[in-house]
């Protein structure tokens, strides 16, 4: 079993700083049923690769103290366990690459956070599901694959596939990430283990997928298939990851945003006021076919279903659950089949092309931003400006030059714990101004929520609108 790593950052030896190894050496680990081999097939400022392979013992696995992966009697004698990636290797992964596993470089701390292109190639690698399996659980976070896939006998073709692939990957990410990810996902692929699974591997799989898991759109799947389908396990793990879906999005101090004005008004929370802007501008722009990506519960999506101007309305987001809860909030079962035809509810991520998108007039993102890394912006940048393409876009997000008007206001806190970042009013002009001379937009700010002279509103928001669409209306 061999699993390489290589990227082409400059300089690309930079890699052996972060992994802590000596691309000089060959150096060994010991694991529960053998050894791991770390080396560099090749060094140069230009191109870099580190090679791990792994060397099972046989004996070793029959030899190996406590519960077996599998109750058939003959498992620990017949299985593929030498000879494939499995949760052998996620135990080497941890066991070699622990530094670069838990964020840490010694030498050169500062590479630690720097997203880098890399190449993975897995040889070979288990699918129970095959190909839709590997695209599921790594195109959401951003990674090209290249599979191919292992007949069972060369000399036998009528006898189909196999469930083992070999398995290339591409993205740019930090190192980190790119090792929690295949640390969870390799035995997700096989879906077995090799030792006892307990509430340690719960807090494991927490640790390791504290920035990803929690918004994957496939993360029932994994949770299920990394602690081997035990429900009481899987249920727990879930119950923390759906609990922090289900936080309300508003901050506390953000539950009660008076209307600015003199006449008495009831309080609005300040993500209704969002909403209800969205709303707003996209029947402004007279658009017909609208799409709330990041629908959430489907607040938004409610508010839509009201104006009769909006002829189809497409919500998406990550979360099976939220879909799930849209579905009661809008009482899609009650609906009439011409109420029906004018709503879809799918799951997908922003951050991968989804052909789905295209063609709508309008599109909103509420709040959605800043729940991304902004490593990962420029893949939503691309999946909504350069291949959606719609003719207005409406995103809020929060203005972080507010916070300080909060009653409990700390330096560097953010409103929800959530948020990857939360910008000024400069910082997102900068952001969108740049995207719209990049994309052929033109964009207009507005304050949403209460104003204050000094800091500016309590949200802010762009509103793009494609220039060809624009020059269309004067033709």
Not at 224 to 229: F, G, I, Q, T, V
Request: glycine share 6%.
């Amino acid at each position: 079993m061999l699993l390489t790593i290589s990227t082409t950052h400059f300089p690309a030896d930079d890699l052996s700083y972060l992994l802590h190894k000596h691309p000089g050496k060959i150096q060994s680990v010991d694991i529960s049923a053998g050894k791991a081999h770390i080396f560099y097939p090749e060094v140069s400022n230009k191109r870099c690769t580190a090679a791990l392979l792994l060397d099972i013992d046989p004996v070793g696995l029959v030899r190996s103290v406590g519960p077996k992966g599998n109750d058939f009697a003959l498992e620990q004698y017949v299985n593929d366990r030498p000879y494939v990636s499995s949760s052998f290797m996620s135990a080497a992964i941890a066991k070699a690459y622990s530094s670069a596993l838990n964020g840490k470089c010694k030498d050169k701390p500062e590479l630690v956070d720097v997203a880098m292109p890399f190449t993975i190639k897995l040889s070979v690698l288990p699918v129970k599901g095959g190909e839709a399996i590997l695209k599921l659980l790594f195109e959401p976070l951003g990674y090209g694959i290249n599979a191919v896939q292992h007949p069972l006998d060369p000399a036998f073709p009528e006898w189909g596939n196999s469930r083992y692939f070999t398995v290339e990957l591409s993205n740019t990410i930090t190192l980190q990430q790119l090792l929690s990810h295949l640390y969870v996902l390799i035995p997700v692929c096989d879906n077995d283990k090799h030792y006892w699974v307990n509430h340690e591997e719960v807090e494991k799989l927490l640790a390791k997928g504290k920035d990803w898991l929690e918004t994957h759109p496939a993360r029932e799947l994994i949770v299920r298939r990394y602690l081997k389908n035990q429900r009481s396990l899987a249920n727990e793990a879930l119950g923390v990851l759906l609990s922090k879906d289900e936080v309300e999005e508003a901050s506390p101090q953000e539950t009660a945003i008076e209307v600015a004005g003199d006449i008495e008004e009831p309080q609005l929370r300040i993500h209704e006021l969002r909403l209800n802007a969205a709303k707003e501008e996209l029947l402004l722009a007279g658009a017909k076919r609208v799409a709330d990506l990041g629908c959430g519960e489907g607040k938004l999506i409610k508010l839509l279903l009201a104006e009769k101007q909006f002829e189809f309305i497409l919500g998406m987001d990550v979360s099976y659950r939220s879909l799930e809860i849209a579905k009661e909030r809008l009482k899609l079962d009650r609906m009439s089949e011409k109420q029906i035809q004018r709503i879809q509810l799918i799951q997908g991520s922003l951050t991968y092309r989804d052909k789905r998108l295209e063609g709508f007039d309008g599109v909103a993102l509420v709040e959605v931003i800043e729940h991304l890394d902004e490593s990962r912006l420029a893949a939503l940048e691309r999946s909504v400006f350069e291949f959606a393409k719609p003719g207005v876009l409406v995103i809020t997000t929060p203005n972080a030059e507010y916070n300080v008007l909060f009653a409990d206001y700390q330096q560097g806190k953010m409103r929800h714990n959530d948020h990857r970042f939360e910008w000024t009013r400069k910082e997102f002009e900068a952001w969108s101004n740049d995207l719209a001379l990049k994309y052929n937009y033109n964009v207009i700010f507005k304050p949403v929520g209460d104003v204050d002279p000094e800091v500016g509103a309590l949200s802010q928001m762009a509103v793009f609108s494609r220039q060809d669409k624009v020059e269309e209306q004067f033709v």
